[in-house]
């Protein structure tokens, strides 16, 4: 019950991710290399089909309508750790933290 409170609340999005299977498929197979992984957009570390992770260049937080959410021009391939590591940052202040970082 509190779930469901929470999300009448608006504390919980109605749908979490929510992309059909294409979307995450497609953006894997253009991300994807000759060796069946594919590159983190962020740190360049290897990832394979099972363990990518979609992420918003534009945070969800910043976004207000379900078509800028569900854009598939907002979304990247990359690993779990950066997708934690970028939270809601923008792209631009995540990127430049990398670059800092090395």
């Keep these: ?9 608006g ?15 497609n953006l894997f197979l253009n991300a994807r290399q000759s060796d069946q992984t594919a590159p983190c957009h962020y740190c360049k570390a290897r990832v394979t089909a099972a363990d990518f992770v979609l992420d918003h260049k534009i945070p969800v937080s910043s976004l207000s309508t379900r078509e800028a959410i569900m854009d598939p021009n907002n979304l990247v391939v990359c690993c779990r750790s950066c997708n ?19």
Aim: aromatic residues 12%; charged residues 35%.
């Design 1 to 9: 019950m509190g779930w469901i409170r929470a999300k009448k609340s």
């Design 11 to 25: 504390k919980i999005r109605a749908k979490k991710g929510g992309y059909n299977r294409s979307t995450y498929i």
């Design 84 to 102: 934690i590591l970028k939270g809601t940052q923008s792209y631009e202040d995540f990127i430049k933290q990398k670059e800092a970082h090395g």
